[in-house]
């Protein structure tokens, strides 16, 4: 058995590969060139594969992304080949869904503008100090210092995507008290996390963001979900409503955002994905103060890279012992 990995790892991760399949030949090529050349003869390709290296494969039985996002890698050619195709997705949901309740507590509690001011050295809260709670009347009327936050047991979430991002994210909503429903582009293979209401299919998607007062999209780049929220679907929000992005950039068209945001037709948005990246320092979602913008880092953590090398000893494993791989992509789906 002969397997290429390409771009080339370090020794400790290529050792740990050959433990998972001692006597096949390994080829870590560090040039695509080299990566070529190893093609001929060889049963499974690790990292990024591109058009020249598959068109030298003459039985290539598996492509092991190191990636879990695929928008950047399929090309007509790989899609049309017989292969299994594998992705490294379930690597990030708790460290993302961790991030996204930073987001949602920010909102809920000003956070974001108390940083901002914090800056200015402005001790000015939310709502105005004349709201301010005196030691002899108490908290005895709902004031404008507590309209101005969001308490999240009465709160709902929908979330778009379930899958193990969105999962996450549902169970975290749920731990603070919040009502949590989902849509997905395949409903009833969803197995959400306890406290989730309901999962619906993506026809649901409109009914979800007019339910919901944080929304929050954790959904792959997919020929389905490009540019799925234009100004139609962000027409759904509420003036209420919060729009979190940690799925991916493509999926929200950002001109139709900043209209949103301009017209009030929605309270707020975090994003850390866009549709250009970076995002340019021109553009007028910067200058929006009721917008959390954070440089795509939601998926990172010490732990993910264990956890990618874990995930890709396995596969290794067992397509030597020719057993059922894991994270089997749809490649017309791109997931």
């Known amino acids: 058995m002969k397997l290429v990995v390409h771009p080339a790892v370090d020794a400790d991760r290529l050792e740990a590969l050959r433990s998972a399949a001692p006597e096949a030949e390994w080829i870590n090529a560090a040039s695509s060139s080299e990566a070529q050349a190893a093609m001929p003869g060889a049963d499974g390709f690790l990292g990024k594969i591109t058009?020249?290296?598959?068109?030298?494969a003459d039985r290539l039985r598996w492509v092991q992304s190191f990636t879990a996002s695929l928008e950047h890698y399929l090309f007509p050619a790989?899609?049309?080949?017989?292969?299994v195709l594998t992705n490294t997705r379930g690597l990030f949901g708790d460290v993302i869904a961790d991030q996204v309740m930073g987001?949602?507590?920010?909102?809920?509690r000003n956070l974001h503008t108390y940083v901002a001011r914090r800056i200015e050295r402005r001790y000015e809260p939310e709502g105005g100090e004349s709201a301010r709670v005196d030691f002899a009347s108490g908290p005895g009327v709902v004031n404008?210092?507590?309209?101005?936050?969001?308490y999240l047991p009465r709160a709902t979430m929908g979330v778009i995507g379930m899958g193990g991002i969105g999962c996450e994210v549902a169970r975290r909503a749920s731990a603070f008290g919040m009502t949590v429903r989902g849509v997905d582009r395949f409903p009833d293979r969803v197995a959400p996390p306890s406290g989730v209401d309901r999962v619906d299919g993506l026809n649901g998607l409109e009914d979800l963001l007019a339910w919901s007062d944080f929304a929050v999209i954790a959904a792959p780049h997919t020929p389905e979900t490009d540019g799925l929220f234009d100004a139609k679907i962000l027409a759904a929000l509420r003036p209420s409503s919060y729009l979190i992005n940690v799925g991916r950039g493509a999926i929200v068209v950002l001109d139709a955002l900043v209209a949103a945001l301009r017209a009030g037709s929605l309270a707020g948005a975090a994003l850390d994905v866009y549709e250009v990246e970076p995002l340019p320092p021109g553009h007028p979602l910067w200058s929006f103060p009721n917008v959390i913008l954070t440089p795509h880092t939601a998926g990172y953590s010490p732990v993910v890279a264990e956890r990618h090398r874990a995930l890709l000893v396995e596969n290794v494993g067992r397509f030597v012992r020719n057993e059922p791989l894991l994270n089997v992509v749809d490649k017309v789906l791109w997931f």
């Open 51 to 56: 058009p020249a290296m598959l068109a030298r």
């Open 78 to 83: 790989l899609a049309a080949h017989p292969c």
């Open 103 to 108: 987001y949602v507590l920010c909102f809920a």
């Open 144 to 150: 404008d210092m507590d309209r101005a936050t969001v």
